[in-house]
């Protein structure tokens, strides 16, 4: 009878399962255990934001002795340093970044940037937005109805280059006459207008009276 008892209590833990237990803390990470800590079951790794599993899987399966694979460790995400910006640069300037850090960027004088002035270390290891470049000041040639230039920059019109304009006969100008090439790409102070004087009308409709008038006197000394 105890020997019939014994062979119950080894199928009945046979039939049972192996109990794995629970597997030891995963640092900067979580262990759920969906299907229990038996013979089959599996265990589900997932690390911290910011951390990525290394050193082996993100599930490890309960055997008839113990746990089939080792516990990974999560590593902190790094990113490497971007690449050189020609004609600018970035800061804080180091060897590795870590999650999150961001970094400036900033070009010299003469450029400006195209793209995002802060990029940051993202999860998969990447700064996110992608780095700007740095790229040629240019303000367009100013278009001004009713104006001749007068002296200054020709096109491309770099940063810092000055043009000088003035309103053709008959015309006032709104504005300065002179405009400076800006950082911006746009032109400082804005660009002015010329408007008709009046001048041009009022003079003709003079001179016109005045032609009448000397035809008229003609004709009667005539």
Same mark, same amino acid.
């Given at each position: 009878?105890?020997?019939?008892?014994?062979?119950?209590?080894?199928?009945? !833990?046979? !039939?049972?399962?192996?109990?794995?237990?629970?597997?030891p803390? %995963?640092?900067?990470?979580?262990?759920?255990?969906?299907?229990?800590?038996e013979?089959?079951?599996?265990?589900?790794?997932?690390?911290?934001?910011?951390?990525?599993?290394?050193?082996?899987? =993100?599930?490890?399966?309960?055997?008839?002795?113990?746990? %089939?694979?080792?516990?990974?460790?999560?590593? !902190?995400?790094?990113?490497?340093?971007?690449?050189? @910006? @020609? =004609?600018?640069?970035?800061?804080?300037?180091?060897? &590795?970044?870590?999650?999150?850090? !961001?970094?400036?960027?900033? +070009?010299? /004088?003469?450029?400006?940037?195209?793209?995002?002035?802060?990029?940051?270390?993202?999860?998969?290891?990447?700064?996110?937005?992608?780095?700007?470049? +740095?790229? %040629?000041?240019?303000?367009?040639?100013? &278009?001004?109805?009713?104006?001749?230039?007068?002296?200054?920059?020709?096109?491309?019109?770099?940063?810092?280059?000055t043009?000088?304009?003035?309103? /053709?006969?008959?015309?006032?100008?709104?504005?300065?006459?002179?405009?400076?090439?800006?950082?911006?790409?746009?032109?400082?102070?804005?660009?002015?207008?010329?408007s008709?004087?009046?001048?041009?009308?009022?003079?003709?409709? &003079?001179?016109?009276? &005045?032609?009448?008038? @000397?035809? @008229?006197?003609?004709?009667?000394?005539?």
């Amino acid at each position: 009878m105890c020997l019939t008892a014994f062979f119950l209590l080894s199928f009945a !833990a046979a !039939a049972q399962g192996f109990n794995c237990g629970p597997l030891p803390e %995963l640092a900067h990470g979580n262990i759920d255990y969906p299907s229990g800590t038996e013979t089959d079951a599996k265990a589900v790794l997932t690390c911290k934001t910011g951390f990525n599993l290394v050193g082996g899987r =993100n599930e490890i399966m309960c055997g008839d002795q113990g746990w %089939l694979d080792r516990l990974p460790v999560c590593e !902190a995400v790094t990113c490497s340093p971007p690449a050189d @910006v @020609v =004609n600018g640069g970035f800061s804080p300037q180091r060897e &590795v970044y870590k999650f999150q850090d !961001a970094v400036l960027f900033s +070009c010299k /004088k003469g450029f400006t940037l195209s793209g995002h002035k802060v990029v940051t270390c993202s999860e998969q290891g990447t700064f996110s937005p992608a780095p700007p470049t +740095c790229v %040629l000041v240019e303000c367009e040639d100013p &278009v001004i109805p009713n104006a001749e230039f007068v002296g200054g920059s020709r096109p491309p019109h770099e940063y810092s280059a000055t043009v000088e304009y003035r309103c /053709k006969a008959g015309f006032k100008m709104t504005g300065s006459s002179s405009l400076r090439c800006e950082m911006n790409n746009r032109w400082s102070p804005e660009i002015p207008k010329c408007s008709s004087s009046g001048h041009g009308l009022v003079g003709g409709v &003079v001179g016109g009276l &005045v032609s009448i008038a @000397v035809l @008229v006197v003609q004709f009667f000394w005539m």
